[in-house]
Structure formats: structure tokens, C-alpha cells
């Protein structure tokens, strides 16, 4: 998966979960103060991306995550690890 398939997977995931608006949905957007994402909406977002990639995404990992390019690094840099 490159990061612009992800990107659109983590978009479409923002969209049917939130409803958030895809105008609003950019890499620069910050999921807490743009999306008005909340904690337990992060932990819902986590918990779809790891079903979606098979993988565990560890708490400290998505802590640092601020943007939906920071969640984008985050899945492509677990989905390299193998």
C-alpha cells in the first residue's frame, strides 16, 4: 500500500465514521482542533485502522499523531515493519 492509498483509506475512514466534511479532510488538517475528533473518536479511528491493516498500532505510537499525515506515516511506517 503506498501512502496515497492510505491516505484516501484514512480519509474515507474520517468520512463514514465522523462525518466529517472531505473539504475539511487535508494532510495539514489537525484531527482534534480541524476534525474536532475527540480521544474516544481516536481510539474508534484506531481500532478501524487495525483491522483494516491487520497490525497493532501501539498507544505511544498514537499519542504523537496530531494530523491525518501523521496518521499516515504512522500506518505506512507500520505496515513496512513487516
Given at each position: 500500500m503506498d501512502k496515497n492509498t492510505i491516505y484516501q483509506d484514512v480519509s474515507q475512514l474520517l468520512i463514514a465514521l465522523f462525518d466529517t466534511k472531505p473539504a475539511l479532510i487535508t494532510p495539514?488538517?489537525?484531527?482534534?482542533?480541524?476534525?474536532?475528533?475527540?480521544?474516544?473518536?481516536?481510539v474508534d479511528m484506531v481500532v478501524h485502522l487495525q483491522k483494516k491493516t491487520g497490525k497493532k498500532i501501539s498507544p505511544e505510537t498514537f499519542k504523537s499523531v496530531r494530523?491525518?499525515?501523521?496518521?499516515?506515516?504512522?500506518?505506512?511506517?507500520?505496515?513496512?515493519s513487516g
Open positions: 495539514q488538517a489537525r484531527l482534534y482542533e480541524d476534525l474536532d475528533l475527540d480521544s474516544i473518536d481516536a494530523t491525518v499525515q501523521d496518521v499516515v506515516d504512522a500506518v505506512t511506517v507500520l505496515l513496512a
